[in-house]
């Protein structure tokens, strides 16, 4: 991949994450999530640390996707595993909100051309 690759992706990341950040702090329990993150080498003991460290578990998702937003995109992917794997449904609503990422960036590209 090359660095305007992970620069574009990144983008699409950030933006994804921000747009589901509401919906995922009040749904999601990292507990399963940030054990198999660290397990996929994802989050370091520290991160874990870090994002235990807040009592309240939409504090918590909200300090994971701050990380995973600076992260290299493969984090991202193994995140959306995780929350496939956990959540299915909440993976549904972020694929969809990616799709809609995905959808203007084609238009935008097209009209640009």
């Not at 993150?37 to 520290?46: A, C």
């Amino acid at each position: 991949m090359s660095l305007l690759q992970i620069e574009f992706r990144r983008k699409q990341i950030t933006y994804v994450l921000d747009s589901a950040t509401e919906n995922l702090c009040n749904n999601l329990d990292p507990a399963n999530i940030l054990q198999r993150l660290k397990t996929r080498r994802v989050l370091t003991g520290d991160d874990v640390l870090e994002i235990t460290s807040f009592p309240r578990c939409d504090n918590q998702v909200d300090r994971l996707l701050e990380i995973l937003k600076r992260s290299h995109p493969e984090s991202y992917d193994e995140f959306m595993a995780a929350l496939f794997e956990f959540r299915s449904d909440l993976y549904d609503d972020v694929k969809a909100i990616e799709s809609a990422y995905s959808g203007k960036t084609f238009k935008l590209q097209y009209l640009q051309s």
